[in-house]
């Protein structure tokens, strides 16, 4: 065992400055707590003017921390590491907590169900995943995990009833539970598997387990079984958490029945955490989980299989659905099936640097892309929550040309069109995994991107090509949703077009 | 290593981006007889810079002229890192082709002056925008030398046409845009997997050797002398033929069916029909001038300069779908009723030929083909602004509904009795050069036989019988349907100015092609030098 520090060591050894904008961002939610509860009615509006304010915060701070010149630091005795991938996704779920943000306030207010703890609780859910993103240790990830999940299962829920105590929406009630017990079920798959692979090498931290993986994978042990029946629950349980194909049957309905800006953040941030800790687990962790000298680590097929079937599954189903959030839950889905290529490329030796950069370019894409479109569905929608099917944007263009034209754009970048970053997305996950030798992957990504395309472009077909009305809801005049779509468009157009701006940002970033 | 400077390629490619800069900043309302002034001004002062470009071209020497290539990107892969580039710079196939497309765009803008459909759907502005986007991302197609920038422009000239055909088109609008827009993108995101792979192996996207860096074109010539070739395995010299499993020969089909559609070569037409039929008049003219022959040009600048060997053992097999498609093309047109559909159909026919002489691999081939190119995209291209002219009219595309035309409109009638002529391949005129050059290589090849001369010159003969036919429904006989007032039938100003242009260059073609062969000669030479056995 080992002697409890003092304040003074432990701080001389915890390095916690590289921490600072993940735990600054939680102080400040915490403050946020004594704000709202005294603030008053009439100053309703502070607790989301102050939580941009901590997000912008945190910001400033990440940038400080990380250069992405400078090595990885080692924070909280080897649980926290702070590198380029961490500071690069920080970033990512920071704006996207912003957009979020601007999102809700307009929302909440047209159905009446604005309460403050909203933004507590998604402030909280995205220090979860800054935590997460920069853990490295299997208890870390856990905790960060819960840290992440349990707010969005609350928000989840967040439309079920009015603020003057009536009923509003069972789907949300619905939405809530379902993401609640399906989410703790996964996270039993993922402390179990955690417990097996600490069974297997001794130690939760990712580089020891990385430093043993070698040894134990030569020798005769039962530690091997062990470890690859760990590799595989921890797999399922982070499986869930981004819906990939089998463990995705509670997207569409979370996401169809959660109130649309949290359906925008969480389809966000749930996955850049995950995915972030899948990656870090697999590479940083597993990486030397080779079974056959020379080749690939054990779990690419594994990832294969599921890019596969979530590419094909998430692509194929989207095509009929007539509600646009299902629609992009589905499409959701299939996105973690692009990354999920990323992820299995990773298995490769020499194709772990390019995998890991593609993965965290496309995370950034997604993100801007599919925050924008969440927010143009939300503009359309109804207070009572119909008016999202795929009929209600008919001749949008007419009636709201510039939201039509950033609609259109943002259906073009997830399908991956060039001068969008979903095309830079698309194109370097396509370049890393035949870099792993893994051809026919890369031909089912971009087959399953064809078919992506005839449910996007319906999208335009009936903004553009056809005749109709929108009533909009005049709520929608308010400038913070306009705001949303702008940074998203902005993101889209800025990073698609100036590629090597993506580039330039994930350049230093290794994981292995 | 870069070659900088601002050169005339690159001021070419991006003056339609300024007219469209200009656009995007006038108020759609209140400036909007000014819109159409705007896209034609800029037209117009792109064509003159092309034409700036062609004095300046330099037809005797060999390899890229007025180039430009600045390092954009770089790709980590693994240990190596490969740049993209922006790389701009003709030879003397791609300066024809840019030609041909700041021939087309002012004479299809004009075309759309007098257009009624703004007076249904409205929407100038945006019309003029996409115009300008499409011509930029034409351009850039033809002059652009580094693969990932090329997919860039090649994607990009997708969504314009979509909303043309969309938005402007006529009933079956919608079907037609869709299938359009996921037809061509199946086509080309495979190939975008082909250029992964040709970057990963070579180390380079620049297609082209410039300023000490070496392309892919000139790696491929040294892998040729180590006798590895592109499977890296080598040496494929030794073995018992080519492999058509071979990477050479995937990467080859990778490239192949991106363009295929685009022609489209037969069995991938289904599209064209669909697309021209219901495009706006401006819409069939450039898809008809232009975007067809970014296919063939693909197929010349890429399949053959990257995969001489697949190329060699996929040739007669190509050659046959042209042939299949010459054939199948002509009689289909015959079949129809729809006038606009019948030159749609002509077009799968007319490619054909450009596809046969591309195969045959040799001097002939490759310069008929090229000049057909062009051929095909003003004589076509004016069969479709006569098709407009009428439907703007008569508002019917049935052929039996109209007859008697030239009585009414003469002038009208002998253009379109000339642009007939040309697109039959009449000599004297701009369309038999190139399919006489086509043929007479075709005949000299080494790759193909006799057959395939034989029947593709069945296809000249099929296309005066249908051409003739449409000219006799439309133009000959009674008049069936008298217009309400007298003045419809005069040409307004702009329809006459859109076909002076297109008649000057069908008899210049056609009697001094030697100004055009002479652009060609050095450059396709470097081609067929691959070829030579």
Known sequence: MFESPTIAEFLAQSNLASTLPATLLLAWTLILVLVDLFAGEDRAHWTPVMAGVGLGISFVANLFVYSPAESEQIALYGMFIADAFTGFLN???????????????????????????????ALISSAGAMFMVAANDLIVIFVALELLSIPLYILAAFRSIRNDGSELSLKSEESGMKYFILGAFSSAFLVFGAALVYGATGTTNLPQIFSLVGGIVGGTSAAAFYLLIGAALLVVGLGFKVAVVPFHMWTPDVYEGAPTPVTAFMSVTAKVG??????????????????????????????????ILTLVLGNFVAISQRNLKRMLAYSSIAHAGYIMVAVAAAGTANAIDAATQSALVYMMAYMFTNLGAFAVVMAIEREDGSGGNIDDITGLAKSRPLMAMAMAVFMLSLTGIPLTAGFVGKFMIFASALQAGLFGLAVIGVLTSVVSAFYYVRVVVNMYLREGAVDLQPALETPYVRWAINIALAGTIIFGVFYPLATNLVGMVSIA | MDVTGLSLTTITLFLPMVGLAILLFMNGETQKANLKWVAFATSVVTFVASVLMWINFDPSSAGLQMVQRNTWAEVSLGESVINISYFVGVDGISMLLVLLTTFIMPISILGSFGSHIFEERGREKLYYIFLMLLEWSMIGVFVVHDLIIFYVFWEITLVPMYFLIGIWGSEERIYAAVKFFLYTMAGSILMLIAILYVGNRSGTFSTYSAGGDIGVIERVQAWEGEGTYWDAVGPEGEQEGFLLNSVESWLFLGFLVAFAIKVPIFPFHSWLPDAHVQAPTAGSVILAGVLLKMGTYGIVRFNLNLFPEATVAWAPTIAFLGVVGIIYGAWVSYAQDNVKKLVAYSSVSHLGFVVVGIFALNAQGL???????????????????????????????????????????????????????????LPGLNGFIGEFTILLGSLGSEYLGFAFTLFATLGVIMAAVYLLKMFQHVFMGELKRPLSSEEGYQLTWSEKAAFIPIIIMIFWMGIQPIVFFNMLDVSVDSIVALFVR
């Not at chain 2, 439907?391 to 007939?420: N, Q």
Request: proline share 1%; charged share 10%; aromatic share 10%.
């Open chain 1, 91 to 121: 970033m990512v779920i920071l704006v996207a907590t912003l957009i979020a943000v601007l999102m809700s306030w307009d929302y909440l207010n047209r159905a009446d169900i604005h309460r403050g703890e909203y933004y507590i609780l």
């Open chain 1, 274 to 307: 995950g995915f972030a800790a899948l990656l870090r687990v697999l590479v940083s962790g597993l990486s030397a989980l080779v079974l056959v000298e020379g080749g690939a680590a054990a779990w690419q097929t594994t990832a294969t299989i599921i890019a």
């Open chain 2, 367 to 425: 310069q008929g083909a090229t000049l057909q190119m062009v051929n095909h995209g003003i004589s076509t291209g004016g069969l479709f602004l006569i098709v407009g002219m009428l439907y703007e009219r008569w508002h019917t595309k049935e052929m039996a509904d109209y007859g008697g035309v030239w009585k009414v409109m003469p002038l009208f009638g002998a253009i379109s009795l000339v642009i007939s002529l040309s697109s039959m391949g």
